[in-house]
Structure formats: C-alpha cells, structure tokens
C-alpha cells in the first residue's frame, strides 16, 4: 500500500469516527429543551458542513496524482483540525 493510499485510509478513519460522534452528539442535542435544542442544531448544522468539506478535500486527495498528492496534505490537515476544533468545542458545549 503506498504512503499515499495509508494516508487517505487514515484520514478517511478519522473522518468518520467524527461523524459517527457527532450523529450521537446530534441525539443529545434533540433531547434538550427548546431553546437550547434550535442552537444545538445550528450548531450541527455548522459541523454537517464542516464535514462534507473535508470529504469533499479527502475526494481531491484521493483523486490527486502521486507526485501532487503530498502538496495537499497539508491543506487536508487544515480543514480536519478546523473540523475536530469545532466538533470538540461543540462536544464541551452540550
């Protein structure tokens, strides 16, 4: 497997779990009273879009050449940590 390849792997792993976290983040959030429930989902609203913008940068990364691909990690690890910032303070918030 190249380095590119477990790299993809690796951030497509972490993706996930996230995603996975924050559909049971989601699930709390529909539990709480009304008016914390409509900022909870604005919220979630906030992260769903983080979310489809780092799998719309792992689509790029995958797609890229072997000689480019590396030049993009740095650009992906950008948008995951901004992802993990947000999901984390979210998390701390409910």
């Given at each position: 497997?190249?380095?590119?390849?477990?790299?993809?792997?690796?951030?497509?792993s972490q993706?996930?779990?996230?995603?996975?976290?924050?559909?049971?983040?989601?699930?709390?959030?529909?539990?709480?009273?009304?008016?914390?429930?409509?900022?909870?989902?604005?919220?979630?609203?906030?992260?769903?879009?983080?979310?489809?913008?780092?799998?719309?940068?792992?689509?790029?990364?995958?797609?890229?050449?072997?000689?480019?691909?590396?030049?993009?990690?740095?650009?992906?690890?950008?948008?995951?940590?901004?992802?993990?910032?947000?999901?984390?303070?979210?998390?701390?918030?409910v």
């Open positions: 497997m190249t380095t590119k390849n477990v790299y993809i792997e690796k951030m497509k993706l996930d779990e996230l995603n996975a976290n924050m559909n049971k983040l989601e699930a709390k959030a529909t539990e709480a009273k009304a008016d914390a429930r409509d900022a909870y989902l604005e919220e979630m609203r906030k992260l769903r879009h983080q979310s489809k913008v780092a799998g719309a940068k792992l689509d790029e990364l995958k797609a890229a050449s072997e000689d480019t691909w590396k030049t993009m990690t740095t650009e992906m690890e950008k948008v995951r940590e901004a992802f993990v910032h947000s999901f984390n303070y979210f998390k701390s918030q």
